[in-house]
């Protein structure tokens, strides 16, 4: 028995080899041609995005093509869209060495994530049974985007420490979780999750604590020396934060329904959001002797008012409840990133490089209870006989649900997603823990070098101004280029 333990513990233990030459080109190759020839067999176009729309038009009794829902929701999906590419990305350039990597892979894992999730959301929402394709809209796109999200709330908790292999396969089964709870949630339970409090960042931040956690790395001080930022890598994460700040209210509204419900959403997130970057403030100040600001405090509490107003975002909390929203989870995050993330280092051997669990994880969980004390207290003198309905959905099996009962299925729904998320997670870890994806060595984390070809730093380059393209002459003599000026 003693002999197996060994063996095993030298198995997982062994050398790490970074060399993905053959295991990333395979994974990407292999799963792309997956995903062509899985959209070929399931995915069709819907009536309104098919060429047969002028027809549908006709039956519907639609008067303009400006009733197709494209022109709804488009403007939506554009700034979903750039919060998952720009915004997700820039947020994660903080740290001095992994820029490339931090913007890079969440472009890898946005653009697998999107297409795997059209299909396992298709066969959940929008599969035909009579004719077993699924039909995709724009509205379809929105959906792929929040569902990415969840794999990217998770690879900041994993952030310098994994392999673009390993990240690929955290969106595989992220991606496939996130399908699976979102259908118990808002289809089983029925529950109402406009901006995914719940089913988006409770999930994805339990889940990508739960893989930090089994792949705990006990001499991750070796690399402490670029697990920090400099000037100008936070800067640019600062852009990410802004871009993600300026559409949040897009985000928790893209899917509501058209009219007040969106409305309200976008009213009450952007008040959320407003609150929070005051408190934010006053806190980071506050934890300093001489009340200076800590960019990290700036770059990611100022956004938990937005994540916690996810799930009441279409419910009316009314303007002043957005705004306590906001200033408690501006408070709470802060006070998340001075004790709780250190707490969870040292006791509970969780490694979370973004501080998804601030950002993401605990406001998402507040989001997701927030919304069902709102939705336990409902009534018809505040919403109308008519809007209870429309906003909770009360009609089929689920007409003769009370709101105290839309409450507590709220609170449910909220406890299913972190349970998917710290399972999953935990079951994914160990698939991760073997050692065959390239992961980087503990002394070798939050450094761009192990997966990318990194340009040379400025103060190594001589003073020469170079004009050639700096990948194909990095090794070159600059004395061959004819291109160059020497400088007096």
């Known amino acids: 028995m003693g002999n197996c333990a060994e063996g095993m513990s030298n198995y997982f233990c062994r050398q790490k080899n970074t060399n993905v030459r053959v295991s990333l080109p395979a994974v990407c190759f292999v799963w792309q041609i997956a995903m062509i020839i899985l959209f070929g067999v399931f995915i069709r176009y819907d ?12 039956k519907q009794n639609f008067t303009s093509d400006i009733e197709n829902d494209f022109y709804f929701r488009y403007p939506s999906f554009q700034d979903v869209h750039v919060m998952i590419f720009v915004g997700f990305g820039f947020l994660m350039t903080f740290l001095k060495r992994y820029s490339f990597g931090g913007v ?3 472009f890898l894992i946005a653009s697998f994530g999107l297409q795997w999730a059209l299909l396992m959301q298709g066969w959940f929402h929008s599969l035909d049974h009579t004719t077993g394709k699924i039909t995709i809209g724009v509205e379809s796109l929105i959906n792929a985007d929040f569902c990415c999200a969840g794999s990217l709330i998770a690879y900041g908790a994993l952030l310098g420490k994994v392999s673009p292999v390993q990240l690929l396969v955290v969106t595989l089964f992220g991606v496939t979780l996130f399908a699976v709870e979102e259908y118990i949630i808002l289809d089983l339970l029925h529950c109402r999750d406009a901006g995914g409090s719940m089913v988006i960042h409770a ?25 920090g930022s400099v000037y100008h890598s936070d800067m640019f994460a600062m852009i990410g934060t802004l871009f993600l700040w300026m559409f949040w209210p897009s985000f928790n509204s893209a899917i509501t329904d058209h009219g007040d419900g969106q409305h309200r959403a976008a009213i009450n997130t952007y008040l959320a959001l407003a609150s929070s970057v005051l408190t934010t403030v006053a806190i980071s100040s506050m934890s300093q002797k001489r009340g200076k600001l800590d960019m990290v405090h700036i770059q990611n509490a100022t956004l938990a008012g937005g ?7 279409e419910f009316m909390i009314t303007p002043y409840g957005s705004l306590i929203v906001g200033f408690l989870c501006g408070i709470i995050s802060t006070f998340g990133y001075l004790f709780i993330t250190p707490f969870l280092e040292k006791y509970l051997k969780i490694q979370d ?107 190594s380059i001589p003073p020469v101004l170079e004009y050639n393209n700096h990948m194909i002459h990095k090794h070159q003599d600059i004395s061959e280029s004819n291109f160059s000026v020497d400088q007096s």
């Open 203 to 227: 999930f994805g931040g339990y889940y990508g604590l739960a893989i930090s956690w089994v792949l705990y790395r006990p001499n991750l001080h070796q690399s402490k020396r670029l697990n």
């Open 353 to 459: 490089t973004c501080g998804v669990h601030n950002l993401h994880a605990l406001p998402g969980m507040l989001g997701g209870f927030t919304g069902a004390i709102v939705a336990a207290a409902a009534t018809e003198s505040v919403y109308g006989a008519e809007g209870l309905v429309n906003v909770f959905d009360f009609e089929g099996e689920f007409s003769d649900r009370s709101a105290g009962t839309q409450g507590g299925f709220q609170a449910a729904g909220t406890c299913v997603s972190i349970a998917f998320g710290l399972v999953g997670g935990a079951i994914v870890g160990m698939i991760l823990r073997f050692p065959i994806w390239g992961d980087p060595a503990d002394d070798n984390c939050y450094d761009d070098e192990v997966y990318w070809e990194v340009p040379e730093d400025e103060e």
């Open 104 to 106: 890079g892979f969440n």
């Open 47 to 58: 009536e309104e995005s098919d060429a047969h729309w002028v027809e549908y038009k006709r």
């Open 307 to 313: 994540v916690a107003m996810g799930t009441a975002a």
